[in-house]
């Protein structure tokens, strides 16, 4: 997982100074070598390291921290803030155009992820901001980027502008903006072509585009797990294209954070989008101050509200919840929660957005598997419709026959029955619990 090791080290500083009533020059000394050492580690660029570290020393020392009646807590406050900072500060919104389409522009270098970052972008504007937009293939040189962004838009079920690799990418540009604007699409999405290291031709066809489609945004996309490498051509891009954004994509890979943690700094370009997956839906906004969140444990709790509200079906939650009260609770409905929770991302990635996931021992060395998920939903599918209402009637036999038709063992399908039965006993206590409030509630 992203930012494993630097958070690792920063949370076991920080958790030194955290109950500290006084706080001494020498101590916040201590803590910054460490942060220092943890932030090199994380493969950082060092002039930034050495800028956050002098940023974060003469604040911590200084009155804010030192007169405040929890110091170790200022001191963290202090480093989160300029955190926050180093990213970006304030999460940087899309730019709309006043005269649509709003034109994009993707550029990249081979295997970032460039084209499955303009399908993934497409969605997101489409489900998060109602947009329609118009994807366009102007990838001509990697063999079978036209095909991978045409795959891309049936999925999506969305247009896709093309004219295949003998026409150049300026013809092709200028020839979808045209037919955006006569089918009023709102966004334009170029895929540019990409290449495996940037070159002069590459540059120059990049400029040109930018000449005929006059876009309002260039985002830059750059695989976070190449650390410096994305700075140094993130750097390039800017100095010779303009850049209005980077996407950082494959954060949910094993990224020491070198890359999130430097490029805005060193090249003055916020990270606008964050790649966490292969999915078509794992397209995350950057928020800066989220993601210093998650960097120092204290959680990402907005990103996985968001999350649930955007999977989860309000009226089934209704639902779910009439069930809950009046002990309806079956195996169907269990099998639909488990389907909910599963749409919302991979397992690891929720339990990661938790404050303190990493310090509750055991939780971080879970290895969430995803395979044990689907044992239990084989299980369930091998009931009738009467075992999933009734599981009481499930005996020896019927069990065998579960196990069997689910590929599971007789001991799986007993430890589902009783988790079963322990979940619905917790939700008697509860509505116990809630019945009893309600009937001691008077109104004042
Ligand atoms: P392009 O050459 O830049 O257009 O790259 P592609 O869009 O073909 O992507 C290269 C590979 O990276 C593909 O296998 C993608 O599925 C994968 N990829 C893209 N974004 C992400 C991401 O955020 N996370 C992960 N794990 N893989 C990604």
Known sequence: MAFEGLADRLQGTIAKIRGKGKVTESDVKE???????????ADVNFKVVKDFIKKVSER????????????????IKVVKEELTELMGGEQSQIVVSTRPPTVIMMVGLQGAGKTTTTGKLANLLRKKYNRNPLLVAADIYRPAAIKQLETLGKQLNMPVFSLGDEVSPVEIAEQAIEQAKKEHHDYVLIDTAGRLHIDEHLMDELKQVKEVANPDEIFLVVDAMTGQDAVNVAQSFQDQLGLTGVILTKLDGDTRGGAALSIRAVTGTPIKF?????????????????MASRILGMGDVLTLIEKAQASVDQEKAKELEEKMRTMSFTFDDFLEQLGQVRKMGPLDELISMLPGANKIKGLKNIQVDEKQISHVE????????????????????????????SGTSVQEVNRLLKQFEDMKKMMKQMTNMTKGKRKGFKFP
Do not use: C, W, Y
């Open 31 to 41: 803590m910054m070598r460490e942060v220092r050492l943890a932030l090199l580690e």
């Open 60 to 75: 911590a020392v200084g009155q804010e921290v030192m007169k405040s009646l929890t110091p170790g807590q200022q001191v």
């Open 274 to 290: 964050a790649g966490m997956g292969e999915k078509l839906d794992a397209l995350e906004p950057f928020h800066p101050e989220r």
């Open 378 to 405: 084989a299980i369930i599918r091998s009931m009738t419709k009467e075992e999933k209402r009734h599981p009481e009637i499930i005996n020896a036999s019927r069990k065998k026959r579960i196990a069997k038709g």
